[in-house]
Nanobody, 123 residues
Framework: VQLQASEGGLVQPGGSLRLSCAASGLILDDYAMAWFRQAPGKEREGVSCIGTFDNTPYYGTSVKGRFTISRDNAKNTVYLQMNSLKPEDTAVYFC?????????????????WGQGTQVTVSS
């Protein structure tokens, strides 16, 4: 199983960026997909996840209203559209897959993880 995240980048405050995560070796329909992030010196934070049955999205409080998660099972890809970016969104972002159920609870176990991608929000 491989989760390949797209390249992040440097974005100005207020700007937008879309991350994608392409999955191989698993059937995306069976997996909840999530994005986590970790900033230097901080614990890993759940950003967003999307379930399997009804594609219900869930968001962390710090990104709600600014980020949108979506999935395209036909392409085995999940996306994270990030708008109104703030400097505090600067972090390494990871995509992850969990069988069936979506969760952003601290310490929740996910089955597969992608490599991190750096997102930097700075002027």
């Amino acid at each position: 199983v491989q989760l390949q995240a797209s390249e992040g980048g440097l974005v100005q405050p207020g700007g937008s960026l879309r991350l994608s995560c392409a999955a191989s070796g698993l059937i995306l329909d069976d997996y909840a997909m999530a994005w986590f992030r970790q900033a230097p010196g901080k614990e890993r934070e759940g950003v967003s996840c999307i379930g399997t049955f009804d594609n219900t999205p869930y968001y962390g409080t710090s990104v709600k209203g600014r980020f949108t998660i979506s999935r395209d099972n036909a392409k085995n890809t999940v996306y994270l559209q990030m708008n109104s970016l703030k400097p505090e969104d600067t972090a390494v972002y990871f995509c992850a897959a969990r069988y069936r159920y979506c969760s952003l609870k601290p310490g929740v176990r996910y089955d597969y993880w992608g490599q991190g991608t750096q997102v930097t929000v700075s002027s």
